[in-house]
C-alpha cells in the first residue's frame, strides 16, 4: 500500500512504498535542485539500497501517474540536457571502480526519467557531522578521512577528469569513518578552459575563481578541486566557508589559517591548506601527490591501505553478485 510522504516536497517525490521490481522507496533522504534520494529495501538482496531520481524540480513536476512531465514544453532542452548529464554520472560511477567513490548497482530509466541505484551508505555528510557533532573534527580526525579522499580524488584526476563540486555535503564519512566522494554528477574532463555553454556548478566559497572565469584564460585542473577541497577543510576547522573568490579577485580579505591559528592545528597542516586557497590556480599545490607531501599525509593508493570497512567490503562481494 502506498502513502504519501510527509514532506515539503512530496508532490514531487516518489510514495513510500512504490517499487521499482525487487527495490522497495522507504524514506527521503537528499533532495537537491536535480535529484532526490531515496533510502529503498532490496527484497531481493535484504539490504537498504540509494537510489537517485533525476527530478529538477524547476523544469519538471510528477503527474498522477507519477511520469514526470514539463512545466512548459519550450524547457524540452534544458530537461534533456541534464538528462543527459545523469546518464555521464551513472556512466562515469561505472567507469571508476574505488571504494570511496560510490558504487553503481543499476541504471535504468522509467517516468520519463532515470534512476541510479548505489549501496545505502550508513553515514553523515561532513556538512551534517559540522551541525550536529562539531567536536568531533580535530586534525587527527582530519588525518584519517583524508588518505583515502586523497585517493579518490586523484583517481578522477589520473583519468584526466575533475569533480568540479567538492564541498561538505557532497562527502559522506560512514559509520568507523571511511569517506564516500559523493555526486560525480558534476565532473568533466580536464580541459584548458570549459565551452562557453558548459554548466558549471558555482558554490559560493567553494567554486575557485578559474570556475567563474570559463571564458578567459582561465586553466583548470587538479588545483580546481584542490581549491575546493580547501574550501572544505577551511570549513570544517572554522565553521564558515572562506570568502568568495570572485570577490577575494578584486579585493582579497582572506585570513590565512596560520595567521589565525585554531587550537589543536599544527602550522603544516594549516599552512598546505592556505596554500590550496591560493586565489592564482598556478600558486596552489598542483596535484593531489604535492598537497599530500605539504600535509603530510599519505594517499591511500589501494582497496588494502585504505582501510576499508566491513560494510563496503560486504558491497563489493553483493554487487559482485549482482553482475553473476
Ligand atoms: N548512497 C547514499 N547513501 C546514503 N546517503 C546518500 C547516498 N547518496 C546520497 N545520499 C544523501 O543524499 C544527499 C544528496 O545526494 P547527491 O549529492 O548524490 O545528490 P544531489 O546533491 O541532490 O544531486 P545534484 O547535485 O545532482 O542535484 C547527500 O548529501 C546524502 O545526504
Ligand atoms: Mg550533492
Redesign the pocket.
Known sequence: MLSTNNNLFSCYTLPIGYCFDEFEIEKV?????????Y?AWDHRLKRS??I?EYMPASLAVRAENLQLTLRRKELKKKFQHGLND?IR?AHFMSCFNHPCL?LLLRFWQKNATAYIA??????L?L??VLATQPKTINEYWLRNILPPLFDAINTLHQAGYLHC?IAL??I?IQENGAP?L??L??VRKMTKRLSNDAEV?IRPGFTPIEQYLVDEKAQQGPWTDIYALGATLYTLITGSPPPVSLVRNIEDHYQPLIKRQPAGYSAPFLHAIDRALTIQPLERPISIAQLATLTKIPVATSWENAALPDKLIETQSNSMMLET
Open positions: 533522504i537528499g533532495n537537491g535542485g536535480f535529484g532526490i534520494v533510502r539500497i540509494a537517485k545523469f554520472e560510490p548505489t549501496p545505502f551508505y550508513n553515514s555528510t556538512k551534517a563540486d555535503d557532497n559522506l564516500i559523493l555526486d554528477g558534476s556548478t
